[in-house]
């Protein structure tokens, strides 16, 4: 096991032992700060406070980190209270359930066309296939902004997956957050500006025409929420969707279970979703000193909350190792907790049901073609494969 003082260990092996650190860090680490001097907290219960505390751990990166704000305007997942209920308010109307429930029929069209698109091998590539195309699809239609453009959101998103959190204020990181984001923000900026002058159906319009108490979005936060939305959608979705199949070749009872009742297929999306987190862990900053875990954090401290050690701590969730569909634990905290739970969760569970629902219904067997050769996500931040080959049967 990677010496649990240097740094958390490789996913080059599908996640076998940055679980074990995980379990280590837990039981013996609780709350331990690196060489780098992030502090790290692993257990649920410190999780979900770090998660949900805003007055003590703040999601202004700003306050540790010069030259963010114009790169966080409009960004709720930046943002604290009541600056983030102000913004978010205006942004959960574009996020309507009614709206969601209604992206079904077309989420199931797309699903069924890329599968089309796909057919006449024995084989697929998952990830290339369907997990990547599927959300960004739906994004960008959601957006209004041309679908074609799907290998350009794809090259943004592996930038800033290539990009790991290093440490208080680290200039390089923050030219190259800076550079990406430049060039995302004009594209945006276009988009918007074309919208205000041929409004359309679509999001784009529907943030330029929100308002809530006389407040309206400015063109730079919806800017920076639309290239935030855009990236964090679909790169989570392509993970869980990936993830999804992954655990059901892992447990064949679970996979015939859910072949024989698809009432199930909700289970299985959140079982998928706790035991194999898509984003491992998120970042708050200390506004005071605080006492957590046993240990005291400084202020103005960067914090990393382990999402997915939360979800296997084995003090809130009974077995956490295992696939089990009758646990129905809808209280993981995959999407975060409190205030900043993820607003695109909705649709993210909605595209993963319907995929899977699809699936199911054109393939008889599905499984995994040389797992050992598998390409894992190993950037510190996602959870998953970054490709899945896939052996189909009619």
């Known amino acids: 096991m990677t010496n649990p003082t240097t740094s958390p260990p490789s996913m080059r092996d599908g996640g076998t032992e940055m679980l074990e650190w995980l379990r280590f860090m837990r039981d013996e680490h609780p709350v331990w700060q690196d060489a780098q001097g992030l502090w790290h907290v692993f257990r649920y219960e410190d999780v979900q406070r770090a998660s949900t505390d805003h007055a003590a751990f703040s999601s202004d990166r700003g306050r540790v980190m010069s030259g963010t704000k114009n790169i966080d305007r409009g960004n709720i997942v930046t943002m604290d ?34 599968l089309d698109a796909a057919s006449g091998a024995g084989t697929l590539d998952l990830v290339d296939d369907l997990a990547y195309p599927l959300p960004v699809i739906v994004i960008a239609e959601l957006l209004g902004v041309p679908t074609s453009d799907r290998d350009l959101f794809r090259h943004w998103a592996q930038q800033f997956l290539n990009m790991q959190l290093r440490g ?9 957050i800076q550079e990406v984001l430049a060039e ?27 308002e809530s108490d006389g407040q309206r979005l400015d063109e730079e936060e919806v800017v920076n929420f639309t290239g935030q939305l855009l990236l964090a959608g679909h790169v989570s979705t392509t993970v869980l969707l990936s993830n999804v199949v992954v655990c059901l070749q892992d447990n064949p009872e679970a996979a015939a279970a859910v072949r024989a009742d698809r009432s199930l297929i909700p289970d299985v999306v959140e079982e998928a979703l ?10 708050r900053i200390t506004t005071e000193e605080v006492k957590i875990g046993g240990k005291v954090i400084p ?3 960067i914090v990393s909350a382990w999402l997915l050690s939360a979800n296997h701590d084995e003090r809130h969730f009974e077995n956490p190792g295992a696939f089990d ?4 634990a809808r209280d993981h905290l995959a999407f975060g907790h409190g205030v900043h739970f993820c607003i695109g969760a909705s649709l ?21 073609v040389d797992r050992e050769k598998l390409q894992w996500h190993d950037n510190g931040i996602m959870f998953g494969p ?7 049967r009619p």
């Open 81 to 114: 209270p009541p600056e983030h209920g102000q913004i978010r308010k205006l942004i959960s109307q574009a996020f309507a359930p009614r709206v969601i429930a209604g992206l079904a029929p077309r989420i199931t069209e797309v699903t069924e066309e890329l």
């Open 168 to 176: 208080r204020g680290d200039p390089e990181l923050l030219r190259a």
């Open 184 to 210: 995302m923000k004009q594209y945006f900026a276009e988009q918007y500006r074309e919208r205000l002058k041929n409004p359309g159906d679509d999001l784009f319009t529907a943030l330029s025409a929100a």
């Open 274 to 283: 706790r035991l194999r987190t898509p984003s491992m862990h998120l970042g």
């Open 299 to 301: 202020a103005d401290s």
């Open 325 to 328: 569909l009758d646990r129905r």
């Open 348 to 368: 993210g569970r909605q595209e993963g049901q319907l995929a899977l629902s699809s699936l199911l219904d054109r393939y008889s067997d599905i499984e995994t």
């Open 386 to 392: 970054k490709d899945l080959l896939i052996s189909v």
